[in-house]
Structure formats: structure tokens, C-alpha cells
């Protein structure tokens, strides 16, 4: 690996650091006052951040609590519409969820206490879902370039089953399996795969 590529893993893991850090504690403000219980300048003190950086990584209170959303790599984007990793939709599909859950560091008491959070703010809840359509539409689309006959509604259903797959993994890594997500996603995909032969 190069200096200057170095440099560049650094640097993301640098700004992935910061935007956890804001999240987490946004979450706990949330926890602790209720989402309009604190402004973006009591978040800033409490990530130890300016309101400049912080404003730099989240445009409002909603999405530091939220997080950003997950970006699936370019290269993995391409290679899935060429028809990669494997040649099989359902495995390349699985191989965009294990590229998303790679790129995440979750921690199981933040999972929790997001889990907590989205049920008692509604307007959470609400801005999650349009998350989860914003992604879903992303992978859609991937599905439709790759396989244009598949058609919108049946790469749509694909694309939620797979999604009830990653909110099993998450059910148990909540409950305390302590094994790799990836891992844990290859099972569950495996099972739903079996019940539905």
C-alpha cells in the first residue's frame, strides 16, 4: 500500500471515528431529552466537535442521530451489474448486504438504544422508513440494470426478503450472538433459502 493510500485509510477511519462518535452521542441526547430536547450546539459540546465539523458531517439533528446511510462501494456496484461476484442474483445480492455490513462498525448497545429511540420518537421511525425506501430503491435499481426482465415488482420483493434477512441477523445479535454479521447474514440467508424451495 502506497503512502498517499495510507494516508487516505487513515483519514477515512478518521472520519468514521467522528461520525460514530456524533451519532452515539446524538443518540443518547435523544435517549436522555427527547429529540427536540437539544440543539445542535449541546450535540457539538457533547461529541467534543465544533458546530462547524459538526454541520460537516450531518445536516441536521435527524440524520446524526441516524447516521448516515450506508454507501455500497462503486466497485461492488459495477461488478454486481456486470453480473459478479458469483452469477447467481440471490448470492449477489448477499454479497451487496455483506459489502454494506462490512463497511459498518455496530456495536450492540447502540443497536439497542437505537432500537429504543425509533420506538418512543415517531418522527424517527418515520424518517427511517424513508431511509430503508431510499436503499431499497438504490438496490432495486442495481437488480432492474442487471436483469431487466426480472421487472421492477419481483426485484422490489427480492430486495425486501433479503431485507427481513438482515433484520433477523440484527434480532440476534441484539439477543447475543456474538459471531461476525457477514456470518451470521450467510445463515439466516441460508435458512430462508431452504423454506422457500
Do not use: W
Not at 418515520?126 to 419481483?154: K, M, W
Amino acid at each position: 500500500m502506497s503512502g498517499s493510500a495510507i494516508e487516505l485509510s487513515r483519514r477515512d477511519a478518521k472520519r468514521r471515528d467522528t461520525e460514530d462518535r456524533i451519532s452515539d452521542r446524538a443518540q443518547r441526547l435523544v435517549e436522555q431529552h427527547g429529540l427536540d430536547g437539544f440543539t445542535m450546539e449541546d450535540l457539538a459540546a457533547a461529541a467534543d466537535v465544533s458546530r462547524r465539523t459538526l454541520f460537516n458531517y450531518f445536516p441536521s439533528k435527524l440524520d446524526a442521530v441516524l447516521g448516515n446511510v450506508p454507501e455500497i462501494p462503486e466497485d461492488v456496484r459495477a461488478e454486481f451489474v456486470r453480473g459478479g461476484p458469483h452469477g447467481v442474483l440471490v448470492e449477489d445480492l448477499a454479497s451487496l448486504g455483506r459489502a454494506i455490513l462490512d463497511r459498518q462498525d455496530v456495536h450492540r448497545d447502540q443497536v439497542r438504544r437505537l432500537q429504543h429511540i425509533l420506538t418512543t420518537n415517531p418522527r424517527l421511525l418515520i424518517a427511517v422508513h424513508g431511509r430503508f425506501e431510499e436503499i431499497c430503491t438504490v438496490i432495486v435499481g442495481l437488480v432492474v440494470r442487471r436483469d431487466p426482465a426480472l421487472g421492477d415488482l419481483r426485484a422490489r420483493l427480492l430486495v425486501r426478503l433479503l431485507v427481513t434477512v438482515f433484520d433477523s441477523v440484527m434480532a440476534a445479535y441484539v439477543d447475543g450472538d456474538d459471531r461476525p454479521l457477514a456470518d451470521q447474514f450467510d445463515e439466516h440467508l441460508a435458512a430462508a433459502r431452504a423454506l422457500l424451495s
